[in-house]
């Protein structure tokens, strides 16, 4: 597979000058003095993509020719951040490139800056799927990303009046130079209609599915470059489209506008990303999205099983197929409808097949978030899926009354269907039904679900379980978006941690070197400076760099307590209104987020933080010591500006909410410490970097537990903690609203009610907790000591390592070296 002979490979810088230039003459049909930045962007781009080109086609031909085992990663989100920097960090020729744009007169940050990110997944579940895919290439993994590819992101996010306002994510609006279609290898996907069960000619029993309609899914693949590896995956994402022949029967009568609209239809399926992660109960285009991509991509599998001469009954053996939560559990039913109604397997067989192949990540045990579909809408969109779930469902009770014989309550709880009220299909259980392996993302999170959400499973199939701690990918998190950081670590320890984040434990022997400690110092002073440079110029605020810069960015959730943030504010502005001399650390706090559309209180929050803001940011009496900015439409390529700046990290969620959070990973790499509950990875994290780096406040999770078991009054808090009331009260009385008292009544009332989160509970350990920060912080060696070996003791949370852990324990796969034989 030699590449054909050309100079499009070289990595010189005049090579790469050379190619640019042609690029924008011959692609972008340009000229400098006529070249907009976005020319320049995709001049460098395609020069980029040239040079990726060689190492995937030659793994793809590698995989091919070896029939390689592989994992294929179902995810209805890939929150991929931008390509570009990525691509030249991975290549290997970052220097080289800011080399040549430079002696073109260009700066590379500029050009950086100019990609729009395909913003492809809502949060945490999205990104982590972009970092897996990025530890397996690097780890030479041979692996398929499969997803949609939504014409429109996640939205964009403006700030009106300190309320959000969405506008439509065009990111495909100047063209994306990383993707190739692959029309060739288009398939269909039925939809509606009905079952025939018959007997053909030979007396055989069939089944077969008379749609109502046809969508046809055209895959678009993007490469996934290993890191300093000849590795490429290909993350390959599905448009639909319509058929060719839509509709020819209203066409040919003269229907022109219902052929036309039937083709609009089919289209809508992969208009948009849904901008919700806690729930879209009952949305049928957001099932047909989920049936949508999961045919396509197992009509894929067995297309590549074609090709490579498998039989299909050792699918098993060439595939092992991770579904990232249940969007896409519709793959059990699917790939059984594939094996026994098209390729005619017996069922027992195709049911081992399939058992042996899935694999299930829960992300969330809010139970708003367990995805349920009323069986009305689920058996009128699939017909068929709905038939086998109810085989799949028969044999599975069968099973439970086995081994827990006159159990109706178990069997109850346990069935695929929830009868209680309205039906339902439950996806979760079919995802544990029909996979080999079920992972929580983190320590606590897989603890709960054995021994609460999923117990009746933990106890069928207790084998089952384990759990995976998610990680975050050094490459972009750190290499790329804190390259000073990187420079000074490698100068320490040399560059081995970025493909082994381990040893950034040799960091641990510079962290009484003075030295050392003042050129942390330095770059994250001068990385604090930038972000305050980039704040003036799109708020007109001023921020000091010498402040403790304290961030919470992270979607915006009643769980994840941003309104508890938002209290101690407003208590350190108290204390200041009653004591203008008062001495404390000068504090800046950030946030950043996007709500979803449909959720009021979360946007409530975000008009609270707003407003909180618009108030201290101009009282004379603050004299500058505290400043709040909410930091609008809050991305993958604005996080990488801000993770470098943090001192502080917060990691506030209601103990045994947040399944793991990866955020928390991201602020520690880049020296924030961090203040948090025992929730999630917080927990794991402080385990690693040791307890006296680590600001620990709150409830436990079974403190939780046990004080909702035995009626939490969250209205005693308020009576009995002046600073509450006061903060409270401030809110109430409309100071923060121009008098209107009613505003923030919502979220108020909420809180006096029920306060489902704890935040009264947990408020004054909180307070504490943060006035313990400010004052380490005024002991800056002390503060940077405690950031050095936060940075020193992330090794764990590298992606590598949950990956490695996913190929020994679930997938049984090894790396596959790919060699470029040119
Ligand atoms: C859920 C749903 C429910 C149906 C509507 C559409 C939709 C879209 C996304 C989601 C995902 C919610 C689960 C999620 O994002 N969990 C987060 O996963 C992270 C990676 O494991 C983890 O770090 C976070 O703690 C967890 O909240």
């Given at each position: 597979h030699k590449q054909p002979?050309?100079?499009?490979?070289?990595?010189?810088v005049a090579d790469l000058k050379r190619d640019f230039l042609n690029k924008l003459f011959?692609?972008?049909?340009?000229?400098p003095a006529l070249a907009s930045l976005n020319d320049y962007y995709m001049a460098l781009s395609y020069t980029v993509r040239d040079r990726l080109l060689e190492r995937w086609i030659n793994t793809a031909a590698i995989y091919t020719d070896s029939g390689a085992r592989t994992i294929c990663y179902l995810?209805?989100?890939?929150?991929?951040?931008?390509?570009l920097g990525n691509n030249l960090i991975n290549l290997g020729i970052y220097d080289q490139a800011q080399q040549a744009v430079e002696e073109l007169g260009l700066d590379l940050d500029a050009l950086l800056e100019q990609e729009e990110e395909p913003g492809l997944g809502n949060g945490g579940l999205g990104r982590l799927a972009a970092c897996y895919l990025d530890s397996m290439a690097t780890l030479e993994i041979p692996s398929i990303g499969y997803g949609i590819r939504y014409e429109f992101g996640i939205f964009e996010q403006d700030i009106r009046d300190g309320w959000q306002v969405e506008r439509t994510d065009k990111w495909l609006r100047f063209g994306n130079p990383w993707e190739i279609s692959r029309p060739e290898w288009a398939v269909e996907v039925k939809l509606g209609g009905h079952v025939d069960h018959y007997t053909d000619e030979q007396g055989r029993y069939r089944v077969r599915w008379i749609p109502y309609e046809v969508v046809k899914g055209v895959p678009y693949d993007n490469p996934i470059l290993g890191y300093k590896t000849n590795t490429a995956n290909t993350l390959r994402l599905w448009t639909a489209e319509a058929p060719e022949s839509f509709d020819f029967a209203a066409f040919n009568s003269g229907n022109y506008a219902g052929a036309v609209h039937k083709k609009m239809v089919s289209e809508n399926?992969?208009?948009?990303?849904?901008?919700?992660?806690?729930s879209d109960r009952g949305k049928r285009l957001r099932l047909t999205q989920q049936i949508f991509f999961v045919s396509c991509s197992l009509q894929d599998t067995i297309r590549i099983m074609q090709v490579q001469d498998?039989?299909?009954?050792k699918f098993h053996e060439k595939f092992v197929i991770q579904l990232n939560?249940?969007?896409?559990?519709i793959s059990i039913a699917e790939l059984m409808r594939l094996l026994?109604?098209?390729?005619?397997?017996?069922w027992d067989q195709a049911w081992a097949i399939t058992q042996r192949t899935f694999a299930y990540t829960n992300h969330t045990i809010l139970p708003e978030a367990l995805e349920r579909w009323p069986i009305a809408l689920f058996s009128s969109l699939l017909p068929r899926h709905m038939e086998i779930i109810y085989e799949i469902n028969h044999h599975f009770i069968d099973d439970v009354r086995m081994k827990f014989p006159d159990d109706p309550d178990r069997i109850a709880r346990m069935s695929?269907?929830?009868?209680?009220?309205?039906k339902y299909v439950r996806m979760a259980h079919l995802a544990c039904v029909g996979s080999h392996a079920i992972n929580g993302v983190a320590a606590l999170h897989t603890e709960l679900l054995q021994q609460d959400v999923l117990s009746d499973f933990y106890a069928l199939y207790p084998h089952k379980f384990s759990n995976k701690t998610n990680g975050v990918t050094?490459?972009?998190?750190?290499?790329l978006s804190n390259p000073r950081l990187t420079d000074l670590i490698s100068s320490k320890?040399?560059?081995?941690?970025?493909?082994?984040?381990?040893?950034?434990?040799?960091l641990e022997a510079y962290v009484d070197d003075i030295e050392f400690q003042q050129e942390w110092q330095d770059i994250k002073y001068n990385l604090k400076r930038d972000l305050a440079n980039q704040i003036v110029k799109d708020y007109g605020i001023n921020v000091d760099p010498h402040s403790l810069f304290d961030i919470q960015a992270k979607r915006i959730h009643e769980y994840k307590r941003q309104h508890l943030n938002v209290l101690h504010i407003i208590t350190l502005y108290n204390r200041i209104k009653a004591n203008p001399d008062i001495d404390i650390t000068p504090q800046t706090f950030l946030f950043g987020g996007k709500a979803a559309p449909g959720y009021f209180m979360a946007k409530l929050i975000i008009k609270l933080i707003n407003s909180v803001a618009d108030v201290v940011n101009r009282d004379p009496d603050v004299r500058d010591r505290i400043k709040v900015v909410?930091?609008?439409?809050?991305?993958v390529k604005f996080a990488q500006h801000v993770y470098p700046a943090a001192d502080l990290s917060e990691q506030i969620?209601?103990?045994?909410?947040?399944?793991?959070?990866?955020g928390n990973m991201k602020f520690a790499m880049n020296g924030a410490l961090t203040i948090g509950t025992l929730d999630g990875a917080n927990i794991e994290i402080r385990e690693e970097v040791g307890a006296e780096n680590f600001f620990l406040f709150g409830l436990t999770e079974q403190e939780v537990q046990k004080m909702s078991a035995d009626g939490y009054s969250p209205i005693d808090y308020y009576h009995t903690n002046l600073e509450l009331k006061l903060a409270i009260d401030r809110i109430a009385s409309g100071f923060f609203s121009h008098?209107?008292?009613?505003?923030?009544k919502p979220l108020l009332h909420t809180l006096f009610d029920r306060d489902p989160y704890f935040l009264f509970a947990d408020y004054q350990a909180y307070i504490d907790c943060q006035h313990q920060a400010s004052l380490v912080y005024r002991d800056l060696e002390r503060w940077t000591r405690m950031s050095i070996l936060n940075v020193a003791r992330m090794?764990?949370?590298?992606s590598d390592r949950s990956i490695r852990e996913y190929c020994e324990d679930i997938w049984h796969i090894k790396p596959v070296k790919v060699e470029l034989n040119t």
């Open positions: 002979e050309n100079d499009l490979n070289g990595s010189s011959y692609v972008q049909g340009k000229f995810s209805a989100e890939f929150l991929m951040g931008p390509q399926v992969s208009k948009v990303l849904y901008p919700n992660d806690d498998l039989p299909l009954a939560d249940t969007h896409p559990a026994v109604d098209e390729h005619y397997m017996k695929l269907i929830d009868e209680s009220g309205e050094p490459r972009r998190f750190v290499v320890i040399g560059n081995g941690w970025i493909k082994h984040l381990d040893e950034l434990k040799k909410f930091l609008k439409d809050y991305s969620s209601t103990a045994g909410k947040e399944a793991s959070g990866t008098g209107d008292p009613e505003l923030f090794g764990k949370f590298s």
